[in-house]
């Protein structure tokens, strides 16, 4: 190779090795601080996102808390927003409301647009509670750049939950208790229940109503049993609205009671806590108690034997009896019938008999060969 060719290749390959080294500076020197168009609009003082609660103190454990996440622009809104909803141990966070709350504020002299967007939370216990930062996904005008689009984060926010003293006897009794600014209790019978009869049917129906609570932390109510009072259970129906930020919740309980002894039964009294948000104080709940009177006759007890006679049956079986052999004899006297005919009639009659005294099923469920 001659040295002009040798000279070429030294200088070819030191070109490829600073054409390396380039794309390895560019891929290794650090991106822009602010790639994401919207964080540069939150530091030229353009965008803002906050978070807060309502209520911010006082908060006990089931209490419904709004967490506040508002979004304010200089501009508008060039899109739809949407939350990634959070999940925090001991904290349960539904997002019911599926649309935010728009409105125009004043802001140094000048016009903001505002949307405000809620999550609903409700604490299972009392403690400290760290909500971390919220996603969201943006889309505003951004004057001559035209619309941009991308994630932000709300800031985090602490939420302390505590235990008033007539709340944290409850919990040492086990007693759950409801949290809302207000619980009602209906019951309702679908006859009177003064004066039933053996063998009627009652449908019993109770309903809770409460705002700010979800249908699930309803209380629920209890019968007791009765010898003589059949009970049956029918599931729940719960539902839950959302009235214009306003949370309201049912829980309605329907029980069939069957009369099957006279007598007078009572639905026992029934109490449930409540502790209302609105005054800060624990307040009771009550169902009141109710009887329910079965006239009628006792219907006749099973012996051991098999099922008891009534006078009347008795008459019946003993008169039809009677007339039977009557009229086979009168046949015999008519030469229509011969008396073997009838004598094996009457055996088959009484071995009919025999076998519906008989039990229908084995004294034992492997009764022993001889």
Not at 306 to 311: D, E, K, L, S
Not at 332 to 359: G, S
Request: glycine fraction near 6%; aromatic fraction near 8%.
């Amino acid at each position: 190779m001659s040295g002009l060719h040798r000279v070429h290749a030294r200088q070819t390959g030191s070109g490829y090795r600073s054409l390396l080294l380039a794309l390895a500076l560019l891929l290794c020197s650090p991106l822009p601080a602010h790639a994401n168009p919207l964080v540069d609009l939150q530091d030229k003082g353009h965008l803002y996102v906050k978070t807060y609660t309502q209520p911010q103190e006082d908060i006990v454990p089931a209490q419904k808390v709004r967490l506040i996440i508002e979004v304010g622009t200089d501009t508008w809104f060039a899109g739809g927003t949407r939350i990634s909803v959070p999940e925090v141990p001991g904290l349960i966070i539904l997002q019911n409301e599926q649309f935010a709350s728009n409105a125009t504020q004043s802001i140094n002299g000048a016009t903001w647009v505002v949307q405000r967007w809620s999550l609903d939370v409700f604490a299972q216990r009392a403690g400290n509670y760290a909500i971390p930062p919220i996603r969201l996904s943006v889309k505003v005008n951004a004057g001559s750049a035209g619309d941009v689009q991308g994630e932000l984060l709300a800031p985090a926010i602490d939420l302390a939950v505590s235990l008033p003293p007539p709340l944290e006897a409850l919990q040492t009794q086990d007693t759950p208790w409801v949290a809302a600014p207000d619980l009602r209790i209906t019951q309702q019978f679908d006859r009177s229940v003064d004066n039933v009869q053996v063998g009627d049917a009652i449908a019993w129906t109770v309903t809770f109503e409460a705002e700010d609570v979800m249908a699930m932390m309803l209380p629920q109510a209890n019968t007791a049993t009765f010898d003589g009072m059949a009970t049956y259970r029918e599931p729940p129906a719960l539902e839950n609205r959302n009235n214009r930020g306003t949370l309201q919740a049912s829980r309605t309980q329907r029980f069939s009671l069957v009369a099957e002894q006279p007598g007078d039964y009572t639905l026992p009294e029934q109490r449930f806590a409540w502790w209302d948000t609105r005054n800060g104080e624990l307040r009771s709940l009550t169902l009141p108690a109710q009887t329910i009177t079965v006239a009628g006759a006792r219907p006749a007890a099973d012996s051991a034997d098999g099922p008891a006679f009534t006078t009347r049956t008795l008459i019946v079986v003993v008169g039809g009896a009677v007339g039977l052999f009557a009229l086979l004899y009168l046949l015999w006297l008519m030469r229509l019938l011969p008396w073997d005919r009838i004598t094996a009639f009457c055996v088959q009659c009484y071995r009919w008999l025999q076998d519906l005294r008989r039990p229908a099923l084995a004294p034992s469920l492997n009764p022993r060969k001889d």
